[in-house]
């Protein structure tokens, strides 16, 4: 296993399309986190998921974000009509419990 | 609430130790981790410890838990120059979610 993958490592957009970004954890992992991290941040969280469920979401989490893990693997996360505000490392995690390991993250650049 | 600190940088040469610091708000944290991240990518994990610990050493590694003082330390022994990164620290709470609250990171500057 190679660890947390995630697709596409950039993507540029422009203001108000939609986007989509997908995540496959390390296989057996049933926790699925994202996060998003500005420049000079650390992570923020957004949500998490145990297998399937989405358990817990953040407020930083608008209207325009949403998430899914079907069938309790890889996750995807899109955001609609894309904000400049919204450019930002958007890193996926997964853990089998205490422990979460961090994929390369997608930069999204929205202009 | 939850809130952990940390100073923005620290350049220490190429031999010496490396300490960053790290305070944090919530004393119900479960675990409290150091990761790292090098420019462009994500983040390693490169130590954690249950915060009914106080030591924990691995390697190069030591990590240093005040619970009274909220306060938690990574100390790299014999620095090198592929250990400059940032260096964030971060603490989960509970058995549920295991939501991770991180530092805003301190960049570490190896001179050689």
């Known amino acids: 296993d190679t660890g947390v993958s995630q697709d596409p490592r950039h993507k540029i957009t422009k203001r108000g399309q939609n986007v989509t970004f997908r995540c496959d954890p390390i296989s057996e992992h049933n926790r699925l986190y994202w996060y998003r991290q500005t420049l000079g941040q650390g992570p923020e969280f957004l949500t998490y998921?145990?297998?399937?469920?989405?358990?817990?979401k953040s407020r930083l989490l608008s209207d325009r974000f949403s998430a899914e893990r079907p069938k309790g693997s890889f996750s995807t996360l899109e955001i609609q009509r894309t904000e400049q505000g919204d450019s930002a490392m958007y890193l996926c995690a997964s853990s089998p419990g205490a422990e979460a390991f961090f994929g390369q993250g997608t930069r999204l650049t929205v202009v | 609430g939850e809130d952990v600190e940390q100073s923005l940088f620290l350049s220490v040469r190429e031999g010496d130790s490396s300490v960053i610091n790290c305070t944090y708000t919530d004393s119900s944290s479960t675990y409290l981790y150091w990761y790292k991240q090098e420019p462009g990518a994500g983040l390693q994990l490169l130590t954690y410890i249950f915060s009914n610990m106080d030591m924990k050493q691995d390697q190069r590694l030591t990590v240093l838990l005040n619970k009274k003082d909220k306060h938690l330390s990574l100390r790299i022994a014999d620095t090198q120059t592929g250990d400059s990164a940032i260096y964030f620290c971060a603490e989960s709470f509970g058995s549920g979610t295991y939501k991770y609250i991180f530092g805003t990171g301190t960049r570490l500057k190896v001179l050689a």
């Open positions: 998921f145990q297998n399937e469920a989405q358990l817990e």
